[in-house]
């Protein structure tokens, strides 16, 4: 058990440009989640998998992002035309629900830090 | 709606002291499962303790615990024997069991720094 991945680490890009960034979870969990963190503040939920079905997003969430997850392994984020309001931590969880849904416990990589020049 | 407060942006405690972490929490669900996460400055979210609604009694992990109090709605952080590693943000968190989602909604969190 690695634990979950994320690449990059670090993402330096020019407003307008697209990124992808590739989030590799805990092998056993089915499932994945998004979450958006900014400088002070708590992550923000933006999407989450369970096996390959996208079940929510956040209205957080614009046209400019999506998510896939294809085979209901690794999940990739796609940002498009980015801009920059976008610069901010992007971490991946996954999990494994057991029992009651409230007590699923969230293991995080370490995030793609995302700066929009 | 579900909403989790911390009102201690940042908190100094000596090195082998305790220190208590405030959380209050917001919901209408009786189901809920409320999580503290720490985030030291290599970025990634370590999970730490986890308390259910219906538990009866308050959850322990080695050196952390957390003082359950459900009429309050309040879920604070007690780390016993500070250690100079301690030194971190420390996010509140908590999900419903029912309704349409899922997510696991954070507070703002609390920066402790441990002073030797």
């Known amino acids: 058990d690695t634990g979950v991945s994320q690449n990059p680490r670090h993402k330096i890009t020019k407003r307008g440009q697209n990124v992808t960034f590739r989030c590799d979870p805990i092998?056993?969990?089915?499932?994945l989640y998004w979450y958006r963190q900014t400088l002070g503040q708590g992550p923000e939920f933006l999407t989450y998998f369970q096996n390959e079905a996208q079940l929510e997003k956040s209205r957080l969430l614009s046209d400019r992002f999506s998510a896939e997850r294809p085979k209901g392994s690794f999940s990739t984020l796609e940002i498009q035309r980015t801009e920059q309001g976008d610069s901010a931590m992007y971490l991946c969880?996954?999990?494994?629900?057991?029992?009651?849904?409230?007590?699923?416990?969230?293991?995080f990589g370490s995030g793609t830090q995302l700066s929009v020049l | 709606a579900q909403k989790i407060t911390q009102t201690q942006p940042g908190m100094f405690v000596q090195e082998k002291e305790a220190v208590t972490l405030d959380c209050t929490y917001d919901t209408s669900d009786p189901s809920y499962g409320l999580f503290w996460y720490k985030q030291p400055s290599s970025g990634e979210m370590i999970f730490l303790i986890y308390q259910g609604s219906y538990d009866q009694q308050n959850a322990t992990e080695g050196r952390y615990s957390l003082n359950f109090q459900k009429a309050r709605k309040s879920a604070n952080l007690v780390i016993s024997a500070s250690q100079l590693g301690d030194s971190a943000m420390y996010f509140c968190a908590m999900r419903e069991a029912e309704g349409a989602t899922n997510k696991l909604i954070f507070g703002t969190g609390t920066l402790l720094a441990v002073q030797p």
């Open positions: 969880a996954s999990g494994e629900r057991t029992g009651l849904p409230s007590n699923e416990k969230l293991f």
């Open positions: 092998s056993e969990h089915n499932r």
